[in-house]
């Protein structure tokens, strides 16, 4: 692991973080929401809080740590799982670990009463075994349905990472999902390159928001592949989005890309962007 001191620091971390999203959590106008790193975000809106597949750890780089494939941390933690409370709903889009990852979510869900977990229905017997739950407890998605929980609606998109890969009941083990609440709707897409039916899964709801991936599919580095920055900003474009946010780099040295490619191509599409830092909040103000 790299030496704290060469890491890219956090925006906000741990205390001061929590106390920015506990001093804004009455606010009734706007929704805020916050980079965790990788593909993680924590979304507030009137006081409830939606984690998106959080990585709050160093598991992968202790497991991977003297083998051929390092996976070495490039940013600071952004918070200790441990911290994260009045949670309503904590969701992992498929089973890889940096969004499927026990050592964040088992503290999580212990220290949430109440809380409910959003997973792909596929994978509800590995979920179940990693983070040590009954088998029961997660709400599981397909592509085509949908859940509400605390006044948020979570409907299940299929991703491809690298195929469209479905259990032997058509389930999908990766997914994205659209949640909406209120008259907003955000798109956090998981892992995924692009398919063909996409742009039409997509269109009907109207993204305000697009949270994609943009560390491409390089072969070499022995990992599924996502989509680049030119394919997150193209997808955007195409869907009218009103703001894309990138992420998955910054994360593992393996494994990243850079953010001022992405810059690069929003800007040269008129495509609205924004970029943030580990621990830094996006206010959005919807007309």
């Not at 998106?52 to 991977?64: A, F, G, H, Q, V």
């Not at 006044?151 to 994205?176: L, Q, S, V």
Request: charged share 25%; glycine share 6%; net charge negative.
């Amino acid at each position: 692991m790299r030496m704290t001191e060469q890491l890219i620091k956090a925006y906000r971390k741990d205390h001061e973080l929590v106390k920015e999203m506990d001093s804004l959590a009455g606010n009734e106008k706007h929704f805020h929401l916050w980079w965790l790193g990788q593909s993680g975000y924590l979304l507030q809106w009137k006081g409830k809080r939606v984690l998106i597949d959080p990585y709050l750890s160093d598991s992968l780089t202790k497991k991977y740590k003297d083998t051929d494939k390092p996976h070495i941390r490039m940013s600071e933690r952004v918070m200790d799982p441990e911290l994260l409370k009045g949670i309503s709903v904590v969701t992992s889009s498929h089973n890889h670990t940096d969004h499927l990852d026990a050592e964040t979510l088992i503290p999580v869900l212990q220290n949430n009463p109440g809380i409910r977990f959003i997973i792909p229905e596929a994978n509800r017997e590995f979920v179940a075994e990693r983070v040590n739950c009954d088998k029961n407890f997660p709400l599981g998605l397909n592509d085509k349905r949908s859940v509400t929980v605390e006044g948020f609606t979570f409907h299940g998109i299929p991703a491809k990472h690298n195929e469209i890969d479905r259990d032997e009941k058509g389930n999908c083990k990766y997914m994205g999902y659209v949640i909406e609440f209120a008259n907003y709707a955000i798109y956090h897409s998981g892992d995924t390159l692009w398919f063909d039916e996409m742009t039409d899964i997509l269109e009907p709801f109207s993204l305000d928001i697009a949270l994609l991936p943009i560390n491409g599919n390089d072969p070499s580095r022995k990992v599924a592949g996502n989509l680049n920055s030119g394919e997150a900003v193209k997808l955007a474009k195409a869907l009218g989005v009103k703001c894309i946010i990138p992420c998955h780099y910054d994360m593992f040295s393996f494994n990243t890309a850079d953010v001022k490619d992405f810059i690069k191509e929003a800007e040269k599409n008129n495509q609205p962007y924004q970029v943030l830092r580990g621990g830094e909040q996006f206010i959005h103000n919807k007309n």
